[in-house]
């Protein structure tokens, strides 16, 4: 629903303490380097772009847009800020507050996956489809031209919404990606649990055909803590194991103007030269 086809709205200079975050809003609010920035500007300029918002009861306000400024306006201790308020109901205001979220710059999975879940269970609430399964698709399809994706996709997001935290937070961290987390979202709570366990234990993270794998087994009541465990410890296909050195640790052993690249040609060099010799000792041509 976009707010620029909505009458009914108010600008007000609001008290902080009268407004309340969108329940279960699934965009981070964090308190790290770009929020210390946003209180610095805060400071020095005031809240530029007004919060929006929607009237609740007791005389209180659901941020719908403006939840950062909104935290940084607490941490600066500014009392009020420059408010538009529409007059929405839940439904209407959670479509409102992802579609003025989707396009921001900076956006985890996570955030997107709990965004593209709270339009879609929005827009069903408001009727906008039918019982009929392949009318249901017309609500990720919309979804999708929002947000720029294929209905396909949106599925997808919203799929490792069914995930366990912690496996969620490896698919933000980039440890996981987004096709094999949508394999794995299929597993119940337990199954996940023994996969997070066997995951710290082995440090490491499945493939898209270990994710296949789990699924298959999952679906058939047949995956535990051991088929994960022999699944994990299969090599995956572009897997080779590999020396690695620092360059600093080696530094000491060659003259200071050497590149690190030099270092490497240098090095193996150096064991054809000690191969060779090896070979010749043993008679070998």
């Not at 929006?52 to 209180?60: A, F, H, M, S, Y």
């Not at 989707?102 to 929005?122: C, G, M, N, Q, V």
């Not at 961290?173 to 995951?199: C, F, H, N, R, W």
């Not at 051991?226 to 530094?251: C, G, H, M, T, Y």
Request: with cysteine; hydrophobic share 35%.
């Amino acid at each position: 629903m976009p707010l620029s086809n909505t009458k009914e709205v108010q600008a007000m200079q609001l008290p902080i303490q009268k407004l309340r975050p969108f329940e279960n809003h699934p965009f981070q609010v964090k308190d790290d380097d770009e929020m210390e920035q946003l209180v610095w500007s805060v400071l020095k300029q005031g809240i530029l772009t007004p919060l929006v918002v929607r009237p609740l009861e007791n005389d209180e306000y659901e941020v719908i847009s403006g939840h950062r400024r909104l935290r940084a306006c607490q941490k600066a201790g500014i009392e009020t800020v420059p408010a538009l308020i529409y007059a929405l109901d839940r439904y209407a205001a959670a479509i409102a507050l992802v579609d003025s979220n989707l396009h921001r710059e900076k956006i985890l999975p996570s955030e997107k996956a709990f965004a593209y879940k709270l339009k879609r269970d929005a827009l069903n609430h408001q009727g906008k489809t039918s019982p009929q399964v392949g009318e249901k698709l017309l609500t990720v399809e919309k979804i999708g031209l929002d947000g720029g994706d294929s209905k396909n996709q949106v599925l997808r997001y919203i799929r490792p919404t069914e995930l366990i935290p912690q496996i969620l937070s490896m698919v933000d961290a980039g440890k996981i990606a987004l096709t094999p987390a949508v394999e794995l979202s299929y597993l119940t709570g337990q199954e996940q649990q023994d996969l997070l366990e066997t995951m710290e234990s082995e440090d490491c993270t499945p493939s898209l055909s270990q994710a296949i794998q789990m699924k298959k087994l999952s679906q058939s009541g047949e995956l535990n803590m051991d088929k994960i465990f022999e699944i994990l410890r299969e090599p995956k296909a572009n897997q080779q194991e590999k020396i690695s050195f620092r360059v600093e640790d080696l530094r000491k052993f060659f003259p200071k103007s050497y590149s690190a690249a030099r270092i490497q040609e240098r090095i193996l060099k150096l064991l054809e030269a000690d191969c060779r010799k090896r070979q010749l000792s043993r008679g070998e041509r």
